[in-house]
């Protein structure tokens, strides 16, 4: 019979705050690592990122043999006590994950120990890596560098974690006696196990005179107004808003399109208005103002470049993809952590929007192009305490039939 070393880790950049997990596979005879895994899970504790980076490690081993062994090791005292049966597991964010891990495999084939945190540097370096591709708006993968950082020193705890060690043995004990972190109280469908999400209602301008010629308009144009069809647009949205009942708060891009659009369902709701510099539309450099024709005609290299890679920028120094998503990711994150629990609308763009879609079910960059977000429509994604995004609607334009 095989026998599995499995190393996890996570971490929370604020506690709750961005959050990711690592973990690594060992072969216990060799020594020899068979499998990395880790992911930025949004916002989340410290000990909801340790159970997923378990959750994932059991996995992996798993898929390489299902009737292997396993000896799990983890600088997480909470984790293993509780994982070992020898501390009762009564935080509601801990039981379904505990419960997930417990399921992967049979408990006689299971053990866990107790380790140093300076011997679990590679499932910790993993961790660290997921959290920072979250905050660049990516999803982790690994990297050209991965063997010659496997053999650094873990980067030290109060880089990834305020407070260090402290913290985390701060919200080991909080667990391990029952002492709930501040709940969520409102929000589009709670969760039972988890409190309610954090739901973000996406909500695309209405028409500007650009829109129906769909010329290229962002953040670096003539910004221009709502038209009359937009305001339109923009009081019917409001009316359904209002009928909804659901939104408690209200942020907008800085552009005068969302903000005319933002203004009138605040009216409606009798709600101020939150300007979000993070909500803007991507800046389409020289090509602000111009028609995907006039621009292939002008800029076909460019544009060829531009549609294969997102990492591209269009010609005159505007904003490639990659760099909105991750300006997006940042103020995803500030936001979640900011309206916890609470439902609010963000008065954004195209880009934007579908960024934050994209990013919620961990879409591929190219997918951007193939969504169609329509003028003063309504997307919604919720955000879970287990760091976990949920897509609940997308590109509805109901209300304005």
């Known amino acids: 019979m095989r026998e599995f070393i499995v190393e ?66 983890m600088d997480s005292k909470l984790v293993v006590e509780q994982m070992s049966g020898r501390w009762k597991i009564k935080h509601p964010d801990m039981k379904p994950l505990a419960a997930e ?29 997921a959290m920072d591709a979250g905050r660049r708006g990516e999803q982790w993968s690994p990297s050209a560098s991965t063997a010659e950082l ?62 129906p010629q769909k010329r290229f308009s962002g953040s670096g144009g003539t910004d221009p107004s709502l ?16 009928a909804r009942g659901t939104v408690e708060a209200i942020v907008a891009s800085p552009l005068t399109r969302t903000r005319q659009t933002a203004a009138a369902v605040a009216t409606r709701l009798g709600l101020d208005v939150v300007i979000e510099d993070g909500l803007r539309e991507t800046d389409f450099g020289a090509w602000e103002g111009l028609t995907f024709a006039e621009v292939q005609e002008r800029h076909p290299d460019d544009l ?10 269009p010609t005159g120094g505007g904003e490639s993809f990659a760099a909105t998503a991750r300006r997006i990711a940042t103020t995803r994150d500030k936001l979640v952590a900011s309206y916890a629990g609470r439902t609010v609308l963000l ?14 079910i961990g879409a ?31 590109n509805d334009t109901s209300h304005l039939r």
């Open 150 to 211: 496997r053999d650094q020193p873990p980067q030290p705890r109060s880089l990834s974690t305020p407070g260090g060690e402290a913290a985390k043995a701060e919200d080991d004990a909080r667990a391990a006696h029952n002492v709930a972190t501040p709940a969520p109280s409102t929000g589009w469908g709670a969760a039972p196990d988890m409190g309610a999400p954090t739901t973000f209602v996406l909500l695309r301008h209405g028409e500007t005179l650009l829109t």
């Open 364 to 394: 591929p960059p190219e997918s951007l192009y193939r969504m169609e977000l329509s003028a003063a429509s309504l997307s919604a994604v919720a955000y879970y305490a287990d760091g976990n995004a949920s897509l609940r609607l997308f």
């Open 227 to 242: 038209s009359e069809v937009g305001r339109e647009q923009a009081e019917r949205v409001a009316a359904a808003l209002a």
């Open 347 to 360: 008065v954004s763009h195209v880009t934007p929007i579908k960024s934050l879609v994209r990013l919620a």
């Open 101 to 129: 891990a417990a399921r992967v495999f049979p408990p006689d084939r299971i053990t866990y120990e107790w380790m140093p945190r300076e011997q679990n540097k590679h499932a910790d370096r993993l961790a660290n890596e």
């Open 8 to 73: 996890a880790d996570g971490g929370s950049r604020g506690n709750p705050g961005p959050a990711g997990y690592g973990a690594v596979v060992i072969d216990a005879a060799t020594g020899e690592t068979l499998a990395e895994r880790a992911e930025y899970i949004g916002i989340a504790t410290n000990n909801v990122a340790e159970y997923r980076g378990l959750v994932a490690g059991l996995r992996a081993a798993h898929e390489l043999d299902p009737a292997a062994r396993v000896r799990v090791r």
């Open 304 to 313: 060829k470049t531009w549609l294969a890679s997102p990492k591209a920028e």
